[in-house]
T-cell receptor, first 111, second 114 residues
Framework: DGGITQSPKYLFRKEGQNVTLSCEQN?????MYWYRQDPGQGLRLIYY???????QKGDIAEGYSVSREKKESFPLTVTSAQKNPTAFYLC??????????FGPGTRLTVL | AQSVTQPDIHITVSEGASLELRCNYS??????LFWYVQSPGQGLQLLLK??????LVQGIKGFEAEFKRSQSSFNLRKPSVHWSDAAEYFC????????????FGTGTQLKVEL
């Protein structure tokens, strides 16, 4: 059953902690993306990767980091430098030059 | 820079009525255009897309959209809304080459009255 999985579904972070959100796809897509969603603001691009071992900053990369060591995986770390991390995080993937497909999302809350 | 405007934040329609959600984009060349739908707490599901060719695009769940270059619009329509269509709808634009730089509108929340 092909698709994109994100874990955990809910994540709670204490101030000053780093947390890592998982994103895995078995669609054999080359490109993967991370978006942040806040109420009334649509989706904003954090980072994207077009190929293994390469990634680029999106519009709101400050306070986040990523890695792309495997084609199937694109984890996102929310660092303590991100001052307002409470949001819904969505991962997506696509074949080159094609439509993006989304995972179910992770809701991160800062305690 | 590309941008997308969805002028209606909330729309309420009666079940069985027709629906049109507006989307205007700003892009210097022929864009790639998308409509996605999101149920509460869920990811986004692709409804339809326009890359080229016929300007009237058919999608899933009975939705269609029309690309009008002269108006920079890509409005989403459905002739008869079902209660299960209640969700948030997002229009998005990308430059040629597809989804590497996908820019989203702020979304339209659809409520369906029974």
């Amino acid at each position: 059953d092909g698709g994109i999985t994100q874990s955990p579904k809910y994540l709670f972070r204490k101030e000053g902690q780093n947390v890592t959100l998982s994103c895995e796809q078995n669609l054999n897509h080359d490109a993967m993306y991370w978006y942040r969603q806040d109420p009334g603001q649509g989706l904003r691009l954090i980072y994207y990767s077009q190929i293994v071992n390469d990634f680029q900053k999106g519009d709101i990369a400050e306070g986040y980091s990523v890695s792309r060591e495997k084609k199937e995986s694109f984890p996102l770390t929310v660092t303590s430098a991100q001052k307002n991390p409470t949001a819904f995080y969505l991962c997506a993937s696509s074949s080159r030059q094609d439509t993006q497909y989304f995972g179910p999302g992770t809701r991160l809350t800062v305690l | 820079a590309q941008s997308v405007t969805q002028p209606d934040i909330h729309i309420t329609v009666s079940e069985g009525a027709s629906l049109e959600l507006r989307c205007n984009y700003s892009y210097g060349a022929t864009p790639y255009l998308f409509w996605y739908v999101q149920s509460p707490g869920q990811g986004l599901q692709l409804l339809l897309k326009y890359f080229s060719g016929d300007t009237l695009v058919q999608g899933i769940k009975g939705f269609e959209a029309e690309f009008k270059r002269s108006q920079s619009s890509f409005n989403l329509r459905k002739p008869s809304v079902h209660w299960s269509d209640a969700a948030e709808y997002f229009c998005a634009v990308a430059g040629p080459g597809g989804g590497n730089k996908l820019t989203f509108g702020t979304g339209t929340q659809l409520k369906v009255e029974l």
